[in-house]
């Protein structure tokens, strides 16, 4: 009965013909060995014959798609890609059309026994492109589909090595062609020039001579600093940070116009060097306020509350300002996270620390009170408010709430946070971009 051909990898030449980009199928992830449902985002073949697939698992970040072989796929359990203007297409009736369009093609003994269901509709149901150009027009991603072309959804390069680390990326960046099919891209921790071999980079380390990135430090103490880096000034360095960075973060756009941007790159001190532990970037110019355009810590140094202290440095720059800051959105999954934890904190340390000496009694904060101490704009304090369930609606007015143990619990997670910004340790003026005319 089963008479199919296979393609040399235990997968029907049939089903094959499903698994074309925008399907999706239950995939069994190789880290954990979960079954997740997958969508198909590319396909590529292998010199064994085979084919791999590049998925996306629905409702999962980007950072987790991957290459997989076919044998992670559940075959059983195929599901055609819906366009806007047709209904889901079935199996059977896709393999209908693919094996009436085969028949034409294929005199080689491609057998269409198996698919005996004859009454394929004559609706317009799409047969999707078996080598589709561009991205497909359905699925999760869609709302990069206008900044990204298909090309851009899948990440190009392998691994870097950076300093003592090695890293593998997230997110697509748009590293030269011919770097990208190399296991490895090796990149200057210090002046973020990216070699392609290991040799390379050696040959550049007797000329860089380089042990921090440029700029100015503004900010040290201990062992961690600041560098201000002008996007105008350090052109070359701001792209290359723009590149590194966009590895690690899904919707960054911005490689090459660095000039309207200010860079904030946080440094740990040893022996060897001052190295790169993250960077926020901003906007000479914000008309909306925003202290951070885009804010990275290093996969390798990720968990070590730097992120945090990042977020911290920001708003210590705008009460210097004399402003109250916002990042701009949108916040990818991690940012967002780094914010709700940074926000609930100053928050609540805030509202402590008046209720400690509070200038009235009762005590009476407003929440435009708030936003001044802790520099942070109104819907983001608003927001904390509600994310940490403190304000309650009483007797006609909205009032603020802190119970003990929210206290407590605060008390504890600020005495795990041992380093902390300390404006004191700040070199740094604002400068009026609006009046240099041109920066
Ligand atoms: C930096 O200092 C902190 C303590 O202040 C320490 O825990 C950390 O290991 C130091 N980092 C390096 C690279 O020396
Ligand atoms: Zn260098």
Redesign the pocket.
């Known amino acids: 009965m089963k008479s199919e051909l296979t393609n040399g990898s235990g997968i029907s030449n049939k089903i094959a013909l499903l698994l074309v980009e925008g399907a999706r199928v239950p995939v069994r992830k190789r880290s954990t060995d979960d079954w997740i449902e997958g969508e198909i985002v590319a396909k590529r073949p292998l010199e064994n014959g085979k084919q791999e697939f590049y998925i996306h698992y629905i409702d999962y970040n980007k950072r987790l798609d991957e290459w997989v072989s076919d044998d992670q796929l559940d075959v059983n359990k195929i599901k055609l890609p819906q366009t806007k203007n047709s209904r889901p297409v079935s199996p059977t009736a896709m393999l209908n059309k693919v094996s009436r369009k085969r028949k034409i093609e294929d005199t080689n003994g491609y057998s269409s026994s198996h698919s005996a269901n004859s009454d394929t509709d004559d609706s317009p149901t799409i047969v999707p492109p078996i080598v589709p150009a561009g991205p497909p027009s359905t699925g999760s991603l869609s709302q990069n589909q206008n900044t990204y072309d298909g090309l851009t959804r899948i990440k190009n390069v392998q691994q870097i090595e950076m300093g003592k680390a090695r890293m593998t990326p997230w997110y697509f960046s748009p590293y030269p062609q011919e770097l990208c099919n190399l296991p490895v891209i090796y990149i200057c921790e210090f002046c973020l020039k990216y070699l392609k071999s290991s040799n390379c980079l050696k040959r550049h380390k007797l000329k860089c001579k380089l042990y921090h990135p440029p700029g100015n430090e503004i900010y040290r103490k201990?062992?961690i600093s600041v560098f201000e880096i002008d996007g105008r000034k350090n052109k070359n360095y701001a792209q290359n940070l723009c590149l590194l960075a966009k590895l690690f973060l899904d919707h960054k756009t911005l490689y090459y116009d660095t000039d309207p941007f200010l860079f904030y790159v946080m440094t740990?001190?040893?022996q060897f060097g001052l190295h790169m532990v993250g960077y926020f970037s901003k906007e000479k110019e914000s008309s909306e306020d925003y202290n951070v355009a885009c804010i990275l810590t290093l996969p390798c140094h990720q968990k070590k509350g730097y992120g945090r202290l990042l977020i911290e440095f920001s708003y210590l720059l705008s009460q210097v300002e004399g402003k109250l800051g916002s990042p701009e959105k949108p916040l990818s999954d991690l940012g967002l996270l780094s914010y709700r934890s940074y926000w609930s904190n100053a928050v609540l340390e805030a509202l402590i620390q008046y209720l400690d000496s509070p200038t009235e009694s009762p005590p009476s904060l407003t929440i435009l009170e708030l936003c001044d101490r802790l520099c942070m704009k109104k819907e983001d304090v608003i927001s904390t408010l509600q994310h940490l369930n403190l304000i309650h609606y009483y007797k006609g007015q909205y009032i603020i709430c802190l119970s003990n143990e929210i206290i407590d619990q605060h008390r504890k997670s600020m005495f795990r946070r041992k380093?902390r910004i300390d404006e004191k340790y700040l070199q740094w003026q604002p400068k009026d971009w609006s009046k240099r005319g041109k920066w």
């Open positions: 201990n062992n740990e001190y040893d380093v």
